[in-house]
Nanobody, 117 residues
């Protein structure tokens, strides 16, 4: 089992920045990919970005050039730096970890990001 705890959400004006963090604990050696998803009211959960343990990250088109994801494997933490935020980025952001050996997807409880216009 893997437990994920997110932090860093909040309220910010359009054009501002926020950094999300997600700390993993438990069977962390089984984790291959970590990432972030988001879900806005009335919409499906969508991928924001993910990063494999030893490969380059992948971003949704809607956040390319504005968001950056990286992971600190020593701290078992993944980060999401969000710049130039837009009102349409408003959503609950969920941390995700994928274990190929399980196989299993693990989710955090989510953190609210609200961008005011």
């Amino acid at each position: 089992q893997v437990q994920l705890v997110e932090s860093g959400g909040g309220l910010v004006q359009a054009g501002g920045s926020l950094r999300l963090s997600c700390a993993a604990s438990g069977s962390i050696l089984t984790i291959n990919t970590m990432g972030w998803y988001r879900q806005a009211p009335g919409k499906q959960r969508e991928l924001v970005a993910f990063i494999p343990r030893r490969s380059s990250p992948t971003y949704a088109d809607s956040v390319k050039g504005r968001f950056s994801i990286w992971r600190d494997n020593a701290k078992n933490t993944v980060y999401l730096q969000m710049n130039s935020l837009k009102p349409e980025d408003t959503a609950v952001y969920y941390c995700n970890a994928y274990s190929a050996s399980a196989p299993a997807n693990y989710w955090g409880r989510g953190t609210q990001v609200t961008v005011s216009s």
